[in-house]
T-cell receptor
């Protein structure tokens, strides 16, 4: 079954304690992204990756890091989490239409993070 | 940030009724996608429209892309409780991985 998996699904942590949210896809997609979803603000892109070892900032990258060492995995790292990073996080991988280069996102189930 | 406004924000209707959800922007997009998100899950892609004026149907759901590619609508005929969820529109540009999401319309269909 084609899918995007994330772990953990729920996480409560304290300010400053480094954490990693893992993301893996089995669709052999080159493009992957991380989003956060907040009430009234919708989904906002944090970082994206166009391929292995190629990453770039999205709309709200401050306080986050990513890495892409393998095609299937795209972990999100919070080096020093703060309460304003409490949110619902989604990893997504993209199927690309050719030749229009339209990206369709396939989302993971989400990780609900609470930073106290 | 290219804002996509959805209306209404909340909609509660009886089973069997028809409804329309709107997605509007001042920006032109190359494509417009609609997603449905259920509680505790990630958004699931319903449709992608790419041509101004394009209409696509998915069973009881009809999607239309505006002629100027700045707006879109989703019409549901004879709504069912299984249609309950958060409907999100997202605009994209050719070759760009970033989608600009609307804030969503939360639909509740009452049996």
């Amino acid at each position: 079954e084609a899918q995007v998996t994330q772990n953990p699904r729920y996480l409560i942590t304290v300010t400053g304690k480094k954490l990693t949210v893992t993301c893996s896809q089995n669709m052999n997609h080159e493009y992957m992204s991380w989003y956060r979803q907040d009430p009234g603000l919708g989904l906002r892109q944090i970082y994206y990756s166009m391929n292995v070892e190629v990453t770039d900032k999205g709309d709200v990258p401050e306080g986050y890091k990513v890495s892409r060492k393998e095609k299937r995995n795209f972990p999100l790292i919070l080096e020093s989490p703060s309460p304003n990073q409490t949110s619902l996080y989604f990893c997504a991988s993209s199927f690309i239409w050719s030749p229009e280069l339209i990206y369709e996102q396939y989302f993971g189930p989400g990780t609900r993070l609470t930073v106290t | 940030t290219q804002l996509l406004e959805q209306s209404p924000q909340f909609l509660s209707i009886q089973e069997g009724e028809n409804l329309t959800v709107y997605c509007n922007s001042s920006s032109v997009f190359s494509s417009l996608q609609w997603y449905r998100q259920e509680p505790g899950e990630g958004p699931v892609l319903l449709v992608t429209v790419v041509t101004g004026g394009e209409v696509k149907k998915l069973k009881r759901l009809t999607f239309q892309f505006g002629d100027a590619r700045k707006d879109s609508s989703l019409h549901i005929t004879a709504a069912q409780p299984g249609d309950t969820g958060l409907y999100l529109c997202a605009g994209g540009h050719t070759g760009a991985n970033n989608l600009f999401f609307g804030t969503g319309t939360r639909l509740t269909v009452i049996p």
